[in-house]
């Protein structure tokens, strides 16, 4: 799903998130292959309850995918929520901000273009 609009940074990318990438339970190890084949990094990132980073800004593309919980990402000025198995493309240069909006501890991989 492509979200409205280009982003603010990169006009010539559109924010893109696709629902259900990966089937659930999201398999670490899968996704990490994935990605690699795709030119990404992955790492693990664990939220609590409640937390939020804010105006986040990097010089390449950035992956995410939910692998339990629930997210919110807003990119650009452009909000969406993840589930588990989503899969969030974040284009280069887009300020964005992350909230964990679940009820208990969300657990997130995220990637870097090389």
């Excluded at 690699?36 to 664990?46: I, K, T």
């Amino acid at each position: 799903m492509r979200m409205p609009g280009p982003s603010a940074a990169n006009p010539a990318e559109p924010l893109t998130v696709q629902r259900s990438r990966f089937a659930t339970p999201v398999d670490r190890a899968a996704v990490a292959r994935d990605w690699a084949a795709r030119g990404f990094s992955c790492e693990l990132w664990v939220d609590p309850p409640g937390q939020e980073w804010n105006d986040f800004v990097h010089e390449t593309r950035e992956l995410v995918t939910l692998i339990e919980g629930r997210l919110s990402f807003t990119v650009a000025g452009a909000t969406v929520v993840l589930e588990p198995g989503d899969e969030l493309v974040i284009p280069r240069a887009a300020v964005h901000s992350v909230r964990n909006i679940h009820l208990r501890t969300s657990r997130w991989l995220f990637g870097y273009e090389s």
